[in-house]
């Protein structure tokens, strides 16, 4: 298993603000990753981030509003850029310590833009 | 391609009512499958899962068992609680990281 603190739990943000959401985990795990949740819906993969190389992006998130760091194995941040209220949204930290086994969370920030 | 389709909500029941919330996937090979569970202004928390076919998980009176000739998963709880007011979500492993439902929200009234 794996323990994933995040933080910060929630946040109010200016618009056009930058924010930097941390997990840490208890173990070195090669796979994590950055979701959204927005209000009343699922989980949507915002990026892969890889030790030792840049995240993997998926379509619709780009770099330079989801800048993404994984500086070891047990750390990584997502900092939300330039933001609107669009963004106000749940964002969530994931690894998954195995292949083919369950992904563990973090708690989620809950971050409003005003 | 890979896919989890669960049923829509919102669920709402009476306590002690009996909960069943349908999931089927569609993937390669044999996946595992699991149920999630988010609780008001948390993270999601693992609630059972299953890695083959037959296979029964369990865990806080919620059950589902993998049922591989019609790739369903279903979740059931015969007498639901006002504490289990949460958000499922259904999840298997056909891909890296795993595929999800779009969650189905239940509320449990008293």
């Known amino acids: 298993s794996a323990v994933i603190s995040q933080k910060p739990s929630r946040d109010i943000c200016q618009r056009g603000t930058s924010l930097t959401i941390q997990c840490q985990v208890d173990s070195q795990v090669t796979m994590m990753f950055w979701y959204r949740q927005q209000p009343g819906q699922s989980l949507t993969l915002i990026a892969t981030a890889n030790q030792g190389s840049e995240a993997t992006y998926e379509s619709g998130f780009v770099i330079d509003k989801f800048p993404i760091s994984r500086p070891n194995l047990t750390f990584s941040t997502l900092t939300v850029s330039n933001m609107s209220p669009e963004d106000s949204s749940i964002y969530l930290c994931?690894?998954?310590?195995?292949?083919?086994?369950?992904?563990?969370f973090g708690q989620g920030t809950r971050l409003t833009v005003v | 391609g890979n896919s989890v389709t669960q049923m829509e909500g919102p669920v709402t029941l009476s306590e002690e009512a009996f909960l069943t919330i349908n999931c089927t996937y569609t993937?390669?090979?044999?996946?595992?499958l699991f149920w999630y569970v988010q609780y008001p202004g948390e993270g999601l928390q693992l609630l059972l899962k299953a890695t083959k076919a037959d296979d029964k998980g369990s865990n806080k009176g919620f059950e589902a068992t993998y049922r591989k000739e019609t790739t369903s998963f279903h979740l059931e709880k015969g007498s639901v609680q006002v504490s289990d007011s949460a958000v499922y979500f259904c999840a298997h492993t056909g891909n890296t990281p795993l595929v999800f439902g779009k969650g189905t929200r239940l509320s449990v009234i008293a």
């Open positions: 994931s690894v998954v310590p195995r292949l083919n086994t369950e992904a563990f």
């Open positions: 993937a390669t090979g044999y996946p595992s």
